[in-house]
């Protein structure tokens, strides 16, 4: 597979459940991200991962947790979320900063995540 | 952050051109203009950048004002697959990586 993959595309949890979003970029990148977009919202940056160190917390609520384990891979542990929590995560990847003063994202397609 | 502020929604005739406006007036002197789209049921996807000079590439061509404080996203010929919302962005250079999403324009061909 090529560029930024995410699993599941689609995701229904209830309240109390435990879930996990799971990105993986096969671009060789450095730095990972973790992108909130609600209904008729702006995409709002959650994370920024950059050599697996975690740079940036928007002010992302604990019940959100991420993981970088390693450059390609990043994961967003979700655990007593609330129905307002509900939209699309999106996950992208670039070079990192530093390498270009343009550093282009690349996105996943996004993982539709419903909370009952 | 600088701002940018874009139309809510366009329309545009199959085959015609495109321009999706962008201002931006309190962008700074080294902030460079990024252009994202989102096509339905996608992520969004780079389409192009630019800092001062205009800048073509096989997707569209992105045209700065002289005064930077405003830029421009054309289309030369639009198709059914460009239907999508249009994102101006506005990025501070080496040793950041944040990009400001806004509301962007939802652009819609018509066939």
């Known amino acids: 597979e090529t560029g930024v993959t995410q699993t599941p595309r689609h995701l229904v949890m209830g309240m109390t459940n435990k879930k996990s979003l799971k990105c993986e970029q096969h671009?060789?990148?450095?730095?990972m991200y973790w992108y909130k977009q609600s209904a008729k919202k702006p995409l709002e940056l959650m994370f920024v991962?950059?050599?697996?160190?975690?740079?940036e917390n928007n002010s992302v609520p604990s019940r959100f947790s991420p993981e970088c384990p390693n450059s390609s891979h990043l994961f967003l542990h979700l655990h007593t979320l609330q129905p307002e929590d509900s939209a699309l995560y999106l996950c992208?990847?670039?070079?990192?900063?530093?390498?270009?003063?343009?550093?282009?994202?690349?996105f996943g397609p996004g993982t539709r995540l419903t909370v009952l | 952050d600088a701002k940018t502020t874009q139309p809510n929604s366009m329309e545009s005739n199959e085959e015609e051109p495109v321009h999706l406006p962008c201002n931006h007036s309190?962008?700074?002197?080294?902030?460079?203009i990024h252009w994202y789209r989102q096509l339905p049921s996608q992520g969004p996807e780079y389409v192009i950048h630019?800092?001062?000079s205009n800048v073509n590439n096989r997707m569209a061509s992105l045209a700065i004002a002289e005064d930077r404080k405003s830029s421009t996203l054309i289309l030369h010929r639009a198709t059914l697959r460009d239907a999508a919302v249009y994102y101006c962005?506005?990025?501070?250079?080496?040793?950041?990586?944040?990009?400001?999403f806004g509301t962007g324009t939802r652009l819609k061909v018509l066939a």
């Open positions: 992208a990847s670039s070079q990192g900063p530093g390498t270009s003063a343009t550093d282009t994202q690349y």
């Open positions: 671009l060789g990148h450095n730095a």
């Open positions: 991962y950059n050599f697996k160190e975690q740079t």
């Open positions: 309190t962008i700074s002197g080294t902030d460079y």
């Open positions: 630019g800092l001062t």
């Open positions: 962005i506005l990025r501070e250079p080496s040793g950041t990586y944040k990009y400001i």
